[in-house]
Protein backbone atom coordinates (compact mmCIF):
# COMPACT_ATOMS: atom_id res chain seq x y z
CA UNK A 1 0.00 0.00 0.00
CA UNK A 2 1.80 3.40 -0.83
CA UNK A 3 1.98 6.04 1.75
CA UNK A 4 -0.99 8.09 2.45
CA UNK A 5 -0.81 11.80 1.45
CA UNK A 6 -4.00 12.96 1.84
CA UNK A 7 -6.27 12.73 5.50
CA UNK A 8 -10.21 12.04 5.47
CA UNK A 9 -12.17 13.01 8.52
CA UNK A 10 -14.51 9.93 8.83
CA UNK A 11 -17.42 11.08 11.33
CA UNK A 12 -20.11 9.13 13.42
CA UNK A 13 -21.50 10.05 16.24
CA UNK A 14 -20.78 6.88 18.20
CA UNK A 15 -17.74 5.23 17.60
CA UNK A 16 -18.35 2.51 16.31
CA UNK A 17 -21.42 -0.36 16.75
CA UNK A 18 -19.86 -4.12 16.62
CA UNK A 19 -22.20 -4.08 13.14
CA UNK A 20 -20.55 -1.41 11.03
CA UNK A 21 -17.64 -3.31 10.33
CA UNK A 22 -18.34 -1.67 6.75
CA UNK A 23 -17.66 1.28 8.21
CA UNK A 24 -14.06 0.29 9.44
CA UNK A 25 -13.07 -1.54 7.00
CA UNK A 26 -13.43 0.80 4.46
CA UNK A 27 -11.32 3.32 6.37
CA UNK A 28 -8.85 1.46 7.06
CA UNK A 29 -8.90 -0.16 3.38
CA UNK A 30 -8.04 3.31 1.44
CA UNK A 31 -5.00 3.10 -0.25
CA UNK A 32 -4.29 6.81 -0.69
CA UNK A 33 -6.20 8.40 2.38
CA UNK A 34 -5.11 8.42 6.01
CA UNK A 35 -8.31 8.05 8.04
CA UNK A 36 -8.86 9.37 11.05
CA UNK A 37 -12.17 8.36 13.37
CA UNK A 38 -13.87 11.30 14.62
CA UNK A 39 -17.29 11.41 16.66
CA UNK A 40 -18.47 12.37 19.92
CA UNK A 41 -18.62 9.32 22.39
CA UNK A 42 -17.73 5.50 22.58
CA UNK A 43 -19.63 2.78 21.58
CA UNK A 44 -17.57 0.21 23.15
CA UNK A 45 -19.55 -2.59 21.31
CA UNK A 46 -17.71 -1.74 18.51
CA UNK A 47 -14.72 0.07 19.74
CA UNK A 48 -12.35 -2.10 18.92
CA UNK A 49 -12.95 -2.49 15.28
CA UNK A 50 -10.72 0.62 14.64
CA UNK A 51 -8.63 0.00 18.20
CA UNK A 52 -5.55 0.82 15.90
CA UNK A 53 -6.20 3.85 13.69
CA UNK A 54 -5.98 7.57 14.77
CA UNK A 55 -9.35 8.97 16.28
CA UNK A 56 -10.86 11.79 17.84
CA UNK A 57 -13.85 11.39 20.59
CA UNK A 58 -15.00 14.65 22.19
CA UNK A 59 -15.33 12.61 25.37
CA UNK A 60 -11.94 12.61 25.71
CA UNK A 61 -11.87 16.41 25.20
CA UNK A 62 -14.31 17.73 27.72
CA UNK A 63 -15.35 16.60 31.29
CA UNK A 64 -19.15 17.12 29.94
CA UNK A 65 -19.31 15.97 26.77
CA UNK A 66 -22.82 16.08 26.52
CA UNK A 67 -23.20 19.84 26.82
CA UNK A 68 -20.52 20.43 24.66
CA UNK A 69 -21.86 18.24 22.32
CA UNK A 70 -25.31 20.58 22.33
CA UNK A 71 -22.89 23.79 22.19
CA UNK A 72 -21.18 22.59 19.57
CA UNK A 73 -24.70 22.08 17.35
CA UNK A 74 -25.99 25.29 18.44
CA UNK A 75 -22.98 26.54 17.02
CA UNK A 76 -21.68 28.34 20.88
CA UNK A 77 -18.42 26.79 21.21
CA UNK A 78 -17.73 24.15 24.02
CA UNK A 79 -15.49 21.78 21.82
CA UNK A 80 -12.75 23.89 21.44
CA UNK A 81 -9.95 21.43 22.55
CA UNK A 82 -11.97 18.93 20.77
CA UNK A 83 -11.95 20.65 17.21
CA UNK A 84 -8.55 22.28 17.85
CA UNK A 85 -6.99 18.47 18.05
CA UNK A 86 -8.84 17.96 14.66
CA UNK A 87 -7.95 20.85 12.84
CA UNK A 88 -4.37 19.51 13.54
CA UNK A 89 -4.22 16.93 11.41
CA UNK A 90 -4.61 18.91 8.78
CA UNK A 91 -7.83 17.37 6.79
CA UNK A 92 -8.63 17.28 3.57
CA UNK A 93 -12.57 16.12 3.55
CA UNK A 94 -15.22 15.27 6.00
CA UNK A 95 -17.20 11.77 5.35
CA UNK A 96 -20.10 11.10 7.59
CA UNK A 97 -22.17 8.13 7.91
CA UNK A 98 -25.92 7.57 7.84
CA UNK A 99 -27.97 11.28 7.23
CA UNK A 100 -28.07 12.30 10.77
CA UNK A 101 -24.58 12.24 11.32
CA UNK A 102 -24.11 13.95 8.05
CA UNK A 103 -25.91 17.15 9.49
CA UNK A 104 -23.53 17.08 12.55
CA UNK A 105 -20.32 16.98 10.24
CA UNK A 106 -21.57 20.07 8.26
CA UNK A 107 -20.77 21.96 11.26
CA UNK A 108 -17.26 20.43 10.96
CA UNK A 109 -16.87 21.14 7.36
CA UNK A 110 -17.64 24.30 7.77
CA UNK A 111 -14.98 25.18 10.56
CA UNK A 112 -12.30 23.14 8.63
CA UNK A 113 -13.44 24.71 5.28
CA UNK A 114 -13.22 21.16 3.54
CA UNK A 115 -16.04 19.99 1.62
CA UNK A 116 -19.01 17.18 3.32
CA UNK A 117 -19.50 14.33 1.66
CA UNK A 118 -22.25 11.68 3.29
CA UNK A 119 -22.86 8.06 2.60
CA UNK A 120 -26.54 7.35 3.01
CA UNK A 121 -27.18 3.51 4.10
CA UNK A 122 -30.69 2.81 4.38
CA UNK A 123 -33.41 3.53 7.14
CA UNK A 124 -31.41 7.10 7.58
CA UNK A 125 -33.16 8.29 4.41
CA UNK A 126 -36.14 5.77 3.31
CA UNK A 127 -38.01 7.03 6.71
CA UNK A 128 -37.44 10.39 5.94
CA UNK A 129 -40.18 12.08 4.34
CA UNK A 130 -40.49 12.70 0.20
CA UNK A 131 -39.78 16.25 -0.31
CA UNK A 132 -42.08 18.63 0.04
CA UNK A 133 -41.08 21.07 -2.20
CA UNK A 134 -37.75 21.77 -0.68
CA UNK A 135 -38.89 22.58 2.40
CA UNK A 136 -38.02 19.71 4.26
CA UNK A 137 -34.82 18.98 6.74
CA UNK A 138 -33.66 16.44 3.80
CA UNK A 139 -33.65 19.00 1.29
CA UNK A 140 -32.01 21.99 3.27
CA UNK A 141 -29.15 19.26 4.23
CA UNK A 142 -28.97 18.15 0.56
CA UNK A 143 -28.41 21.91 -0.39
CA UNK A 144 -25.28 22.07 1.95
CA UNK A 145 -23.83 18.96 1.39
CA UNK A 146 -21.12 18.48 -1.42
CA UNK A 147 -21.78 14.69 -2.05
CA UNK A 148 -24.37 12.22 -1.17
CA UNK A 149 -22.94 8.40 -1.54
CA UNK A 150 -25.76 5.73 -1.82
CA UNK A 151 -25.33 2.41 -1.05
CA UNK A 152 -27.34 1.30 -3.84
CA UNK A 153 -29.52 2.70 -7.20
CA UNK A 154 -32.74 1.93 -4.66
CA UNK A 155 -31.22 4.92 -2.22
CA UNK A 156 -29.89 6.88 -4.92
CA UNK A 157 -33.80 6.94 -5.88
CA UNK A 158 -34.55 7.42 -2.33
CA UNK A 159 -32.45 10.23 -2.09
CA UNK A 160 -33.60 12.18 -5.37
CA UNK A 161 -37.50 11.52 -4.33
CA UNK A 162 -36.40 13.65 -1.28
CA UNK A 163 -34.81 16.29 -2.79
CA UNK A 164 -31.41 15.39 -3.41
CA UNK A 165 -29.73 17.27 -6.72
CA UNK A 166 -28.68 14.44 -9.00
CA UNK A 167 -25.51 16.15 -9.55
CA UNK A 168 -24.67 15.47 -6.25
CA UNK A 169 -25.74 12.08 -5.75
CA UNK A 170 -22.83 9.24 -6.36
CA UNK A 171 -23.79 5.65 -6.23
CA UNK A 172 -20.88 3.62 -4.92
CA UNK A 173 -21.30 -0.19 -3.47
CA UNK A 174 -19.37 -0.15 -0.36
CA UNK A 175 -17.51 -3.61 -0.06
CA UNK A 176 -16.18 -6.41 2.28
CA UNK A 177 -13.40 -7.44 3.61
CA UNK A 178 -12.88 -10.76 1.52
CA UNK A 179 -9.41 -11.46 3.21
CA UNK A 180 -11.82 -12.31 6.20
CA UNK A 181 -13.98 -14.92 4.38
CA UNK A 182 -11.71 -17.44 3.47
CA UNK A 183 -13.35 -20.28 5.22
CA UNK A 184 -14.23 -23.48 3.51
CA UNK A 185 -17.94 -24.71 3.07
CA UNK A 186 -18.90 -26.79 5.68
CA UNK A 187 -22.18 -28.09 6.08
CA UNK A 188 -23.99 -29.12 8.66
CA UNK A 189 -25.09 -32.48 8.91
CA UNK A 190 -28.41 -32.19 9.20
CA UNK A 191 -30.59 -29.01 6.94
CA UNK A 192 -29.83 -25.53 8.57
CA UNK A 193 -30.84 -22.17 7.88
CA UNK A 194 -29.71 -19.11 9.12
CA UNK A 195 -31.12 -15.28 9.61
CA UNK A 196 -28.81 -12.87 10.75
CA UNK A 197 -30.38 -9.24 11.55
CA UNK A 198 -32.14 -7.21 13.84
CA UNK A 199 -35.16 -8.11 14.88
CA UNK A 200 -37.26 -5.33 13.78
CA UNK A 201 -40.54 -5.78 11.27
CA UNK A 202 -38.33 -4.71 8.32
CA UNK A 203 -36.07 -7.64 8.95
CA UNK A 204 -39.24 -10.00 8.20
CA UNK A 205 -38.06 -12.71 10.55
CA UNK A 206 -42.15 -13.69 10.90
CA UNK A 207 -42.56 -14.67 7.36
CA UNK A 208 -38.97 -17.15 7.72
CA UNK A 209 -41.10 -18.77 11.01
CA UNK A 210 -44.07 -18.96 8.71
CA UNK A 211 -42.72 -21.02 5.88
CA UNK A 212 -40.62 -23.46 8.27
CA UNK A 213 -44.36 -24.40 9.52
CA UNK A 214 -45.05 -25.22 6.44
CA UNK A 215 -41.96 -27.10 5.75
CA UNK A 216 -41.62 -28.73 8.91
CA UNK A 217 -43.28 -32.18 7.97
CA UNK A 218 -41.14 -32.39 4.67
CA UNK A 219 -37.89 -31.93 6.74
CA UNK A 220 -38.73 -32.77 10.31
CA UNK A 221 -34.65 -32.18 10.89
CA UNK A 222 -34.71 -28.59 9.83
CA UNK A 223 -33.09 -25.96 12.09
CA UNK A 224 -33.43 -22.15 12.22
CA UNK A 225 -30.27 -19.89 13.76
CA UNK A 226 -31.41 -16.61 14.42
CA UNK A 227 -28.30 -14.36 15.50
CA UNK A 228 -29.53 -10.87 16.30
CA UNK A 229 -31.56 -9.35 18.63
CA UNK A 230 -34.36 -6.70 18.90
CA UNK A 231 -37.74 -5.07 19.78
CA UNK A 232 -39.71 -8.41 18.17
CA UNK A 233 -37.19 -11.03 19.92
CA UNK A 234 -39.87 -12.03 22.81
CA UNK A 235 -42.63 -11.75 20.28
CA UNK A 236 -40.51 -14.43 17.53
CA UNK A 237 -39.51 -16.55 20.39
CA UNK A 238 -43.17 -17.28 21.37
CA UNK A 239 -44.75 -17.32 17.46
CA UNK A 240 -41.21 -19.87 17.25
CA UNK A 241 -43.07 -22.03 20.20
CA UNK A 242 -46.79 -21.97 19.10
CA UNK A 243 -45.85 -23.20 15.78
CA UNK A 244 -43.62 -26.46 17.33
CA UNK A 245 -40.54 -24.92 14.89
CA UNK A 246 -36.34 -26.00 15.53
CA UNK A 247 -35.30 -22.58 16.30
CA UNK A 248 -32.29 -21.12 18.52
CA UNK A 249 -32.61 -17.42 19.24
CA UNK A 250 -28.67 -17.27 20.17
CA UNK A 251 -28.39 -13.48 20.27
CA UNK A 252 -25.89 -11.08 19.19
CA UNK A 253 -22.81 -12.13 17.72
CA UNK A 254 -19.53 -11.03 16.38
CA UNK A 255 -18.69 -10.55 12.92
CA UNK A 256 -15.90 -13.65 13.64
CA UNK A 257 -18.92 -15.76 15.01
CA UNK A 258 -21.27 -14.66 12.10
CA UNK A 259 -18.58 -15.84 9.71
CA UNK A 260 -18.46 -19.27 11.04
CA UNK A 261 -22.48 -19.63 11.34
CA UNK A 262 -22.26 -18.60 7.34
CA UNK A 263 -19.97 -21.18 6.58
CA UNK A 264 -21.90 -23.89 8.56
CA UNK A 265 -25.64 -23.31 7.58
CA UNK A 266 -26.97 -24.79 4.05
CA UNK A 267 -29.02 -21.19 3.55
CA UNK A 268 -29.22 -17.81 4.71
CA UNK A 269 -32.76 -16.96 4.62
CA UNK A 270 -33.66 -13.22 5.38
CA UNK A 271 -37.09 -12.25 3.91
CA UNK A 272 -36.79 -8.64 4.25
CA UNK A 273 -39.86 -6.13 3.76
CA UNK A 274 -40.32 -2.62 3.59
CA UNK A 275 -41.83 -1.43 7.25
CA UNK A 276 -44.44 0.73 7.39
CA UNK A 277 -42.26 3.40 9.05
CA UNK A 278 -40.46 3.13 5.81
CA UNK A 279 -37.36 1.74 6.55
CA UNK A 280 -36.22 -0.73 3.80
CA UNK A 281 -32.62 -2.73 3.00
CA UNK A 282 -30.68 0.09 1.49
CA UNK A 283 -28.22 -2.87 0.61
CA UNK A 284 -27.72 -5.27 3.39
CA UNK A 285 -24.17 -5.84 3.64
CA UNK A 286 -24.75 -9.64 5.25
CA UNK A 287 -26.14 -11.11 2.19
CA UNK A 288 -23.00 -10.10 0.61
CA UNK A 289 -21.09 -11.84 3.40
CA UNK A 290 -23.11 -15.06 2.84
CA UNK A 291 -22.31 -15.06 -0.81
CA UNK A 292 -18.75 -14.66 0.13
CA UNK A 293 -18.53 -17.64 1.99
CA UNK A 294 -20.72 -19.58 -0.52
CA UNK A 295 -23.99 -19.41 0.73
CA UNK A 296 -27.04 -19.31 -1.28
CA UNK A 297 -29.68 -16.64 -0.54
CA UNK A 298 -33.52 -16.81 0.00
CA UNK A 299 -35.11 -13.78 0.45
CA UNK A 300 -38.06 -11.35 -0.97
CA UNK A 301 -37.79 -8.58 -3.59
CA UNK A 302 -37.27 -5.79 -1.41
CA UNK A 303 -34.69 -2.15 -1.16
CA UNK A 304 -31.40 -2.53 -2.33
CA UNK A 305 -30.76 -6.25 -1.63
CA UNK A 306 -32.11 -6.89 -5.08
CA UNK A 307 -28.73 -5.26 -6.02
CA UNK A 308 -26.41 -7.41 -3.58
CA UNK A 309 -27.56 -10.60 -5.04
CA UNK A 310 -28.36 -12.11 -8.08
CA UNK A 311 -31.91 -13.46 -8.54
CA UNK A 312 -31.44 -16.87 -9.91
CA UNK A 313 -27.93 -16.95 -9.27
CA UNK A 314 -26.63 -16.34 -6.42
CA UNK A 315 -30.06 -16.30 -4.79
CA UNK A 316 -33.84 -17.26 -4.75
CA UNK A 317 -36.58 -14.44 -4.61
CA UNK A 318 -40.02 -14.36 -4.10
CA UNK A 319 -42.29 -11.07 -3.75
CA UNK A 320 -41.99 -9.19 0.17
CA UNK A 321 -44.55 -11.60 2.25
CA UNK A 322 -45.06 -14.28 -0.52
CA UNK A 323 -44.45 -16.82 2.20
CA UNK A 324 -45.31 -20.16 0.03
CA UNK A 325 -42.76 -18.46 -2.57
CA UNK A 326 -40.53 -18.17 0.46
CA UNK A 327 -40.76 -21.68 1.31
CA UNK A 328 -40.90 -23.07 -2.56
CA UNK A 329 -37.39 -21.36 -2.49
CA UNK A 330 -35.84 -23.36 1.00
CA UNK A 331 -37.36 -26.57 -0.23
CA UNK A 332 -35.83 -26.34 -3.58
CA UNK A 333 -32.40 -25.37 -2.61
CA UNK A 334 -32.42 -27.97 0.40
CA UNK A 335 -33.03 -31.28 -1.90
CA UNK A 336 -30.86 -30.03 -4.35
CA UNK A 337 -27.21 -30.30 -3.09
CA UNK A 338 -25.66 -29.37 -6.13
CA UNK A 339 -27.98 -26.25 -7.09
CA UNK A 340 -26.62 -25.02 -3.93
CA UNK A 341 -23.19 -25.57 -4.41
CA UNK A 342 -23.43 -23.89 -7.59
CA UNK A 343 -24.64 -20.78 -6.54
CA UNK A 344 -22.39 -20.38 -3.44
CA UNK A 345 -20.01 -20.41 -6.17
CA UNK A 346 -21.53 -17.89 -7.96
CA UNK A 347 -21.91 -15.75 -5.14
CA UNK A 348 -18.50 -15.87 -4.36
CA UNK A 349 -17.95 -14.78 -8.22
CA UNK A 350 -20.24 -11.86 -7.88
CA UNK A 351 -18.64 -10.60 -4.82
CA UNK A 352 -15.19 -10.55 -6.11
CA UNK A 353 -16.27 -8.75 -9.00
CA UNK A 354 -18.61 -6.07 -7.74
CA UNK A 355 -18.04 -6.12 -3.73
CA UNK A 356 -14.45 -6.03 -2.94
CA UNK A 357 -13.65 -3.52 -0.68
CA UNK A 358 -9.99 -2.62 -1.78
CA UNK A 359 -11.33 -2.17 -5.42
CA UNK A 360 -14.18 -0.46 -3.38
CA UNK A 361 -12.03 2.00 -1.32
CA UNK A 362 -9.87 2.66 -5.41
CA UNK A 363 -13.35 4.19 -6.60
CA UNK A 364 -14.11 6.21 -3.38
CA UNK A 365 -10.84 7.90 -3.90
CA UNK A 366 -11.64 9.50 -6.78
CA UNK A 367 -14.84 10.94 -5.25
CA UNK A 368 -12.92 12.39 -2.88
CA UNK A 369 -10.42 13.51 -5.28
CA UNK A 370 -13.18 15.13 -7.44
CA UNK A 371 -14.08 16.87 -4.45
CA UNK A 372 -11.11 18.82 -3.92
Request: hydrophobic share 40%; net charge negative; charged share 25%.
Amino acid sequence: MTEATSTVLIFRKRLLSYSETFIADQGQMLPRYRPVYCGYTPDDSGLGLIENADRLLLSDYSRSPGLAKLLFRAGLGGASRWLDAIEQQRIDLVHAHFFNDGIDALRLGQRLGRPVVTTLHGHDITKQPVDDGGSGSAARFFARVDCVIAVSEFIAEQAIRRGCPEHKIRQHYIGIDLDKFDQEKDETAHPSLLFVGRLVEKKGCTYLLQAMETLKSRFPDLRLTVVGDGELRPALQQESVARKLNVDFVGTASPAQVREQLARCWLFVAPSVIAASGDAEGLGMVFLEAQALRTPVVSFRSGGLVEAVAEGSSALLSDEKDIAGLADNIAQLLENRSLRHNMGAAGRERVEQLFDVRRQCAKLELIYDSLR
